[in-house]
C-alpha cells in the first residue's frame, strides 16, 4: 500500500502545478469552463481503488487424500445394499482418495436420537442423512454444528454451475434452505419421494368412471367403488385406504391451494379452510363408510386384493405394492392425488437428505465432494433404479438406462417422477417433528369418530403454534 501511495504523489503534484498555472491565465468563464473539463484530470490523477470479488474460502482448499469419513444412514435390505454399492463405487474412482465408510443407526427415529447425543458428547459424524425437521433441531446446538453448504454449492472450483443447480427439483433444493437460519443451505437431497396415488384401473372400468383429478371428482368415484357382501352386512371393497400421514395432510393442504406456514414460519397456515375442508372429507367417508383407516401396513395388501380402489401414499412404496398383488393381478397404475384445480396440480414432496457436521476443511470439504458425486445425473438415475427413491434431476429423465428400468419393470416409476415437478416441499422449522405427531393425532381422532373435523383442527393448529413459539 505504501508503495502505491508513494507512486501517486509525484503525479498528484504535477497535476496541482498544471491546474494553477491554467487558472490564473484565463478568464472567469474560461475558468468555469476549465473546472468542468479538469475533473477528470483530478480522477486520473488521484487515481481510485478498483472492486475486487471476494474470494470464496471453499476454491483455497488444496483437498488431498487420503481422507476417511463417516456417514450414519437409515436404509436396509436392498436399499442398504444399493447404498454401499454407491459408497464402493465412489471410494474406487473418486480422485482425491476419500474413502466414506456407511455406519447404520436404526430407523429414522433412532438415527435423530443418536445424533442429539453424538452433539452432547462432541462425537459426531462427519455425515448424517437427516429429515429437515432433524437438521432444524440440530441447529439448537451452539456452536451449530452442521456445515453450511452454499459456499461448496458456489465454489467454483468444487461447486455446481447454475445450470446443474437448475437440474435439480426446486422443492428438493428448497426444502434444505433453512429461513430460519439466514437461508442457509444446511443439508442436500439424497432419499427423494413423492405424495402420489395408487388407483385400481380394473375398478374404474367396472364402475365406468375415469380417473378422478378433483376432489369432487375422487369423492364422487371412492363412493361408488364401495362394495357390499350379498346380504348386506359385510363390505367387500373400499373406496379409500386412509393413511394417518401427516405429510399426507400436508399433501392435501397443498393440492387444495393452501399453505403450510406463514411467512415468518412464526404460526402454521394448514388449519384453514383447505385444512378444513381436508379432514371434513376424512369424516364424511368414515361415517358413509366407503373409506376406512387400515391397520399397520395392510393397505400393501388390501389394494393388490382389490379391497382398496385408492391409496395415498409415498412414490416410494411402489415394490411394497407390487409385492402384495394377489392374482389375478389388477392393472394400477400412479396418478395424482385430487386437486382443487388439476391445472395447476401440487403435492408434496418428502425424504431425507444429507448434512455434514463441522470438523476440518478438508473433510468438510470431502463431504460435499461425495454429496455432489452422489447427485450426479448418472448415479441419481442409478440410485433410483437400486432404491425406488425419485431422481434428484430432471435430466435423469434422459438416462438410458432409467428409461430402460421404467419401460420394463417399474412403469409406475415414471408415472411418480412425471409429477416431481409439482411437489412441494414441507415446513423445515425447529419444532416440526413434534408438529408432525400433533397432525397424526388430529387425524387419527376423525378416523376413529373420537373428534370432529373442527375442534381437531383447531386443537392441532393451538398445539402446533405453541410448539413453534417455544422453539423460536
Known sequence: MNDILAHRAPRRKLCAERSKRLLLSTSVIARALFLILLLPLVIACTGSPTPTETPNAIDQIDLKGPIALTLWHTQTGANGAALQMMADDFNKTNQYQITVKL???????????????????????????????????????????????????????????????????????????????????????????????????????????????????????????????????????????????????????????????????????????????????????????????????????????????????SSLARPSYRAAMKEPKPNWRIVSIPQQDASTARTVAYGANIAAFSSTPQKQLASWVFMKWFADTTRTAMWSIASSYLPVRKSAANDATLKNSWSSTDP?????????????????????????????????????????????LQLASTKANQILKDNQ
Not at 453448504?149 to 434452505?177: C, E, M, Q, W
Not at 389394494?303 to 391409496?311: C, D, L, P, R, T
Not at 411437489?423 to 387419527?444: F, H, K, L, M, Y
Open 103 to 313: 455406519e447404520y443407526q436404526g430407523d429414522y427415529t433412532q438415527l435423530y436420537q443418536k445424533t442429539l447425543a453424538a452433539i452432547n458428547a462432541d462425537a459426531l459424524p462427519d455425515m448424517s442423512v437427516a429429515n429437515e425437521s432433524f437438521v432444524a433441531d440440530y441447529m439448537k446446538a451452539t456452536p451449530s454444528p452442521v456445515v453450511d453448504l452454499g459456499p461448496y454449492v458456489d465454489s467454483k472450483k468444487y461447486g455446481l454451475t447454475r445450470a446443474s443447480v437448475d437440474d435439480i427439483f426446486g422443492a428438493y433444493l428448497a426444502t434444505n434452505r433453512f429461513a430460519q437460519f439466514g437461508d442457509k443451505l444446511l443439508s442436500f437431497p439424497l432419499t427423494k419421494s413423492v405424495l402420489v396415488m395408487y388407483q385400481n384401473d380394473d375398478v374404474l372400468k367396472e364402475l365406468g368412471m375415469s380417473s378422478p383429478k378433483t376432489w369432487d371428482e375422487f369423492e364422487k368415484v371412492a363412493s361408488a367403488a364401495k362394495k357390499v357382501s350379498a346380504d348386506g352386512k359385510t363390505i367387500t371393497r373400499y373406496g379409500w385406504a386412509v393413511i394417518a400421514d401427516p405429510s399426507t395432510f400436508n399433501g392435501w393442504v397443498l393440492s387444495r391451494g393452501g399453505r403450510l406456514m406463514a411467512d415468518d414460519n412464526k404460526t402454521v397456515r394448514w388449519d384453514g379452510a383447505e385444512g378444513l375442508a381436508s379432514l371434513q372429507l376424512v369424516d364424511r367417508c368414515i361415517k358413509a363408510q366407503w373409506c376406512y383407516a387400515p391397520k399397520s401396513f395392510d393397505y400393501y395388501a388390501d389394494f393388490g386384493s382389490g379391497k382398496a380402489a385408492f391409496v395415498m401414499d
Open 412 to 456: 409406475q416409476g415414471k408415472e411418480a417422477f412425471d409429477q416431481s415437478g409439482t411437489s412441494q416441499p414441507e415446513p423445515n422449522v425447529r419444532g416440526q417433528q413434534d408438529i408432525r405427531t400433533v397432525v397424526a393425532d388430529g387425524i387419527t381422532a376423525i378416523l376413529t369418530g373420537r373428534d370432529t373435523p373442527e375442534h381437531a
